[in-house]
């Protein structure tokens, strides 16, 4: 009904459009007749006046009614006798036939050029938004943003509000508006009494709504946004009937089009996103077992070794070397304990579940709870502990910053030479607390400093695999190139 009503009111405005052209015409020929112009400016001006109603009028047979009217309002008001159908002369009916002719070919040829200027312009809008289109959707990050930037497209396409119903698992999701302009926003009632038809489209992948042979008494034009193996979602043009005009029709499909190959990319790209994510995780693993395989191996082999000797000579060893072999015996399982704790952090560390007991702590107390951590081959090196400010607070995990202490003076004690100077200090740095770890041993070579805190990876033999490293750090670094941690 509402299209009834909208084609009846256009063809009223434009009836009144002709019969306004033509009553200036007439209008316009009497000031000239008064002025003594000949006949032929009047059938000029009569000629204009049709070419004028075939500029604003959409149907060519408005020129012909023109033709036909502008010849008997000729004959009515300018011929002898005058406000009379009857016309004396014998020049008149060639002049009414030449006069009809003329005016109806000229209004047929220019509302030909007005009908194709109008084609071109819409043409050339129309390509306007596909050309924009295609470069909304190459910005598009998300696909989100990929069906946002369609929706507004057909939107100021097809100057009506347009509703998104998204796939999911148990069908259609909820309608999603878009407006462009002024365009007013649907109430949910309107959104909502097409579900039907969104879901037929949905299933079966063709156009329903007007000017289809699917559901042509629905609400607006229904179109599946797919590809080849997936289904998007369902756009449809509230109160449209996209068809009657096939290039309308296609620039409509061709958004569409677009928009499931900018979703199907994504969709691509994030599968490829989450294979390269477990091909990571599977090769962190493999990493971890091919790492802690030697680790493990050798300390239990050690421990077991140990353990027998002990159980089988034990009463023929003396005090010496039974103390010798328990004194290994406990490294070992101290090396064991610290293994399993690092591997602990690690895997809450890859894993996000680490979660941070963090609160006030004094930073020499933290300091010093490590120091009675570390190695007992720490009595082979020169440890010393310089804090420049012995009130010094930091928000902090207590326990993850004793074990990065730990790890870092451990690392320097295995990887430095027997004697050296391993110092740790402490100091303030504007509003963080620097905790800094350093010694005079080798150090590090510039080619491996952007790798050391790579997983499983030592320095000078890659992934770990050798003599009893993890790879969970670096080894300290000299003093004159410390490696610092910070914390608030």
Partial sequence: MEHEWARDDHTLLDAAKTAGILLATIGLSEAFDLLGFS??????????????????????????????????????????????????GNQYPTTFATMFVVALLSSWLAMGLRM???????????????????????????????????????ARLEGRAVVWRASTDSGLGEPVPFVAGETAVPSPDELRRDEGVAAWVCEHNRMAG?????????????????????????????????????SERNIVLAIVGEAALALERDRALR???????????????????????????TPLTAISGNADILLDEGTTLDEAARH?????????????????????????????TLRLNVSCELVEEVIDEAMLHVSRKAAEHEISVDNEDDLLLARMDAHLV??????????AIQYTPTGSRILVSSHREGDLAVIAVSDD????????????????????????????????????????????RRYH
């Fill in 402 to 411: 004793v074990q990065v202490i730990v790890n870092l003076v451990n690392n």
């Fill in 271 to 297: 599968e490829r996103e989450q294979a390269a994510v477990l091909a990571k995780n599977e090769q962190l693993r493999a990493d971890l077992l091919r790492s802690i395989s030697h680790d493990l191996r």
């Fill in 441 to 484: 041993g080798p150090g590090i070579a510039d080619a491996d400093k952007q790798r050391v805190f790579e997983s499983f990876y030592t320095v000078g033999r890659g992934l770990a695999d050798g003599r009893r490293s993890m790879g969970l750090g670096p080894r300290a670094l000299p003093l004159d190139s410390e490696r610092a």
């Fill in 116 to 154: 194709r200027a109008e084609e071109s312009a819409a043409a050339t809008r129309r390509t306007k938004v596909l050309l924009e289109t295609d470069q909304l959707l190459q910005r598009c990050r998300t696909a989100d943003e990929i069906v946002e930037a369609m929706a507004h497209q057909l």
């Fill in 39 to 88: 006949e032929a400016s009047i059938v000029i001006t009569f000629v204009l006046g049709v070419i004028l109603i075939a500029i604003v009028t959409p149907k060519r047979s408005y020129c012909l009614v023109a033709s036909a009217l502008s010849v008997l309002a000729f004959n009515y008001f300018f011929t002898s006798p005058r406000y009379s159908l009857q016309a004396l």
């Fill in 324 to 352: 010798h072999l328990l004194a290994d015996i406990y490294d070992d399982a101290l090396w064991l304990n610290d293994l399993v704790e690092n591997l602990l952090a690690v895997t809450k560390l890859e894993n996000g």
């Fill in 210 to 246: 007007p000017t289809t042979d699917s559901f042509p008494k629905a609400h607006g034009i229904y179109l599946a946004v797919r590809s080849e193996t997936t289904v998007f979602g369902v756009i449809g043009i509230l109160n449209g009937d996209v068809g009657h005009d096939s």
